[in-house]
């Protein structure tokens, strides 16, 4: 069986200053040297990517391409991997927000003219079920790359945990923190009758080791 590996996009300005990120933002500076090593790292022999898609977004595609450069491959663009639109409310820091009692991630909370929550689950189920089709061509070993964001990839990793509990697969040994999700952080999920987490490559952003831009686990859009 083949494996899908989910990958959130580089650092952005947004993300460094903690602004709700407006669908034009591009990667930071430090993205782009952090999309380099991703590519690096995927290039290598650990992994056999076939097929690159991406969130048409420019801080997902600038990442994804990074990734396509180094391996001479195409980016696929799908605007079902887009972010969860927050409206009115793009560009705003989240101290801001809170500062006026709002927390966009609150359970319910629907941002003025963004995406509900419902919708939002409608189509990053719509784009889950589209890699689950992609994957299942894969041949054993290979890899299908698929480039996000930080929400859509927590819902794509509460596919996977729910079916590994289901199988009870879940235990101890997995990694604690399944949702904090750092900036070019690989998920590798096996492909398979049941969609597992492979090894501990989970959220792995190792590859970023060499420059100091990890910064906190938390997520910021």
């Known amino acids: ?13 947004g993300n460094r200053m903690r602004v709700v990120q407006p669908a034009t933002m591009e990667l930071s500076e430090a993205g782009l040297k952090q999309a380099e090593l991703l590519a690096k790292r995927l290039s290598g022999p650990e992994f056999r990517i076939r097929k690159i ?20 491959m195409a980016v696929h663009e799908d605007s079902l991997l887009q972010e969860r639109n927050f409206g009115h409310l793009r560009g705003q820091s989240y101290d801001s927000l ?56 927590q819902h794509f990793i509460s596919k996977v945990a729910a079916e590994e509990a289901k199988a009870g697969n879940l235990n101890e040994e997995k990694p604690r923190d399944l949702f904090a999700i750092q900036n070019t952080a690989v998920t590798v999920v096996k492909v398979g009758e049941v969609y597992s987490f492979h090894k501990d490559i989970v ?19």
């Open 1 to 13: 069986m083949g494996y899908v590996l989910l990958v959130r996009h580089g650092q952005t300005d």
């Open 98 to 153: 809170m500062a006026k009692g709002i927390n966009i991630l609150q359970d319910g909370y629907e941002p003025p003219g963004g995406d509900s929550m419902k919708d939002f689950a409608s189509r990053c189920d719509l784009a889950w079920e589209k890699i689950r089709a992609e994957a299942s061509l894969l041949s054993e070993n290979d890899h299908l790359c698929v480039v996000t964001h930080g929400l859509v990839l």
């Open 203 to 221: 959220n792995c952003a190792a590859h970023l080791e060499e420059i100091d831009l990890l910064g906190k686990k938390r997520l910021y859009l």
């Open 53 to 72: 898609i991406s969130s048409d977004l420019a801080r997902a595609k600038q990442t994804a391409e990074a990734v396509a450069k180094l391996l001479n």
